[in-house]
């Protein structure tokens, strides 16, 4: 490796922190108004409970290592796996008091405590979506907050899941034992232990579909499995682990993995059928979780639509684009009854008023639009894995990238729309679902160009006069 290449790797990826150092020294605030991400005062321990995250970090750089050219290979799976649960296990107990802050966080409104909350206002999870137009006419202010307001039901109806299929066990024991309580208290707090628990596990499972989106987009094996874990334990989504939005992941993940699956044999029609009804049945499910995965479906879709119309051989593209249409509503069809029949809901009345909500409650949030249109993607820079930044260096410097460029444009268009049509604040936390797409987008500049073995016939007047043979004496 040259010293140019090490160079392009190490001084981005030491620039972000550095960045950050000086400006906690500077005491210089990251965000405006409510919305401030804070420094730890604890940042020395929390530094040397980072250490505690090497064996895991060993494990997956031994499963790239030994990732075969082709395949990924028992001996590589497992140490991935071993290595991904290992992180999860570790990010969940790294902050001090961990189960403490993880029940006190997940019982506050202005966190995933909302929703666990939500689920007093009606006994079952049919009733709260009957109940919930009605929930969405409260105030700010009745709610204690935002989160409500700005969500669809799918994650309190999630909580309902996790309350009546996990039944009372050593949670339970553990928080009566270790903080006194008793009653309803005790119920709420162990199903906050219980909510942050599935969502960890959600954000870590992403690293299945991401994984195999990146091996049908024609990664191998070790750098397919580079991007997972870039994506998956990228500073941001370790930041707000456990939570809703690095669970999203998951969601976000099968989009891509979905495009990835329509378009991994240009002359498979069932392939393209069955990546096209996925991803639109995922953004439909994705829809009752959060809008903003309407964003990233929107990117998914873009992304296959485009990377269709340049694809030359057979079928006809009439017939690729009739598919995709036909069995993308086939998807949005069935993720629409299976949500009317299971729990009542009505998933475009829903999608629409919560639409219509979010946009009442924006200009009753204190903020300085103006100043976060300056100031939030910056923040999110500064929350960005310092790989992605290393990405781009690199590819400029290859004579001869592949230059496949379709999904990280597609990407970064959909971002940028979101910046300017969205919300320009939180975007650490709001834009981690983009982090797959954006990842493999930049990786695929890297992968090398396959090379095409299938000759060309020159024109019937073009073709070469033989020579006549050497008649050059021979001394």
């Known amino acids: 490796m040259s010293r140019r290449t090490i160079a392009l790797v190490v001084l981005p990826a030491a620039a972000l922190p550095l960045v950050l150092v000086l400006l906690h020294h500077c005491a210089v605030p990251l965000g405006e108004g409510s919305f401030i991400y804070r420094y730890s005062p604890l940042w020395a321990l929390r530094l ?19 990732a075969a050219p082709d395949r990924l290979g028992s001996r590589s799976a497992i140490y991935a796996t071993g290595g991904f649960i290992y ?7 790294a902050p001090p008091s961990a189960l403490r802050q993880h029940y006190l966080n997940l019982l506050s409104p202005s966190h995933e405590g909302a929703f666990i909350i939500e689920t007093r206002a009606a006994t079952t999870a049919t009733a709260y979506v009957a109940k919930f137009p009605s929930r969405q006419a409260l105030s700010i202010d009745e709610l204690n907050g935002t989160r409500v307001l700005s969500n669809p039901p799918g994650t309190t109806l999630l909580v309902y899941f996790i309350r009546d299929s996990w039944p009372p066990g050593p949670i339970e024991d553990y928080l009566r034992d270790e903080t006194g309580q008793s009653g309803e208290l005790i119920s709420l707090s162990a199903l906050a232990l219980k909510l942050s628990a599935t969502l960890t ?27 997972a874990a870039i994506a998956i334990f990228s500073p941001s989504a370790l930041h707000f682990s456990p939570g809703k939005d690095p669970a999203q992941l998951l969601l976000a993940a099968t989009q891509l993995f979905a495009a990835a699956l329509a378009l991994s044999s240009h002359s498979s029609l069932r392939r393209l059928a069955t990546g096209s009804a996925l991803l639109a049945a995922t953004t439909a499910l994705a829809a009752a979780f959060s809008l903003l995965l309407l964003w990233t479906g929107l990117a998914a879709a873009t992304f296959l639509l485009f990377s269709t119309l340049r694809t030359p051989t057979p079928p006809t593209l009439v017939h690729r684009l009739t598919t995709i249409l036909l069995f993308a509503l086939a998807g949005l069809a069935a993720t629409y009854l299976a949500l009317r029949l299971t729990v009542g809901m009505d998933l475009v009345t829903t999608t629409l008023s919560v639409a219509r909500r979010f946009a009442e409650v924006q200009p009753q949030i204190k903020l300085d639009l103006p100043t976060w249109r300056l100031i939030g993607f910056p923040l999110f ?27 990280l444009v597609t990407t970064l268009a959909v971002m940028f729309l979101t910046y300017l049509l969205g919300v320009p604040y939180e975007l650490p ?30 024109p019937p007047d073009t073709h070469p006069t033989p020579l006549p043979p050497d008649t050059t004496p021979t001394p």
Do not use: E, K, Q
């Open 87 to 93: 992180l999860a296990v570790f990010t969940y107990f």
């Open 201 to 227: 596990f959600l954000w870590i499972l992403a690293a299945v579909p991401l994984y195999h989106a990146a091996r049908l987009l024609g990664l191998a094996p070790a750098t397919a499995l580079s991007a």
């Open 381 to 407: 820079l500064l929350f960005l894995p310092p790989a992605l930044l290393t990405l781009p260096l690199l590819a400029l410097s290859l004579r001869h990238p592949n230059r496949s460029y379709l999904l």
């Open 429 to 458: 936390r709001l834009w981690i679902i983009f982090l797959p797409a954006l990842t493999l987008g930049l990786f695929a500049l890297l992968s090398p160009p396959t090379p095409n073995t299938t000759p060309v016939p020159l």
């Open 48 to 66: 040397l409970h980072t250490s505690l995250a090497l064996p895991g970090i060993a494990l997956v750089f031994l499963a790239v290592r030994s």
